[in-house]
């Protein structure tokens, strides 16, 4: 089981709450895949993931808004291929293209990578600004 691990903090409660979970939805996705749970079960998650991303996606933009982050646009912009590409990759899996292991895996690496190669530099800029 994946959990939450101290290296994914980013240093804002906000954030970080939010982050787990983010990643407590993906676990959720993952364990359902392993006990071969029903596809339509899988959607659900899936459309469930999509709809917290939006969430958060907006609440950290409010964030960057609040602290005048000068890479807010670019940053935004991420997020609007993020979740283009979880919109794609869900089709994907719903069209039998992608396996459920392959989405599971897709979840993770896009939840990891966004959070520590880019949410990190939101917060090394607050902590300047504060």
Do not use: C
């Amino acid at each position: 089981m994946l959990n939450w691990n101290y290296s994914y903090e980013i240093g804002n409660e906000q954030i970080d709450s939010e982050h787990r979970i983010f990643l407590k939805l993906i676990v959720e996705f993952k364990e359902a895949v392993n006990q071969g749970k029903s596809e339509e079960k899988l959607i659900r998650l899936i459309n469930v993931i999509a709809k917290y991303a939006e969430f958060h996606f907006a609440s950290e933009e409010a964030i960057m808004a609040d602290y005048q982050y000068p890479a807010m646009t670019q940053h935004a912009y991420l997020h609007t291929i993020l979740l283009g590409e979880i919109k794609d990759t869900s089709e994907k899996f719903q069209q039998n293209i992608l396996e459920p292991k392959e989405m599971s895996e897709f979840l993770l690496n896009w939840f990891v990578l966004h959070v520590s190669k880019q949410d990190t530099k939101i917060i090394k800029y607050i902590g300047k600004a504060s």
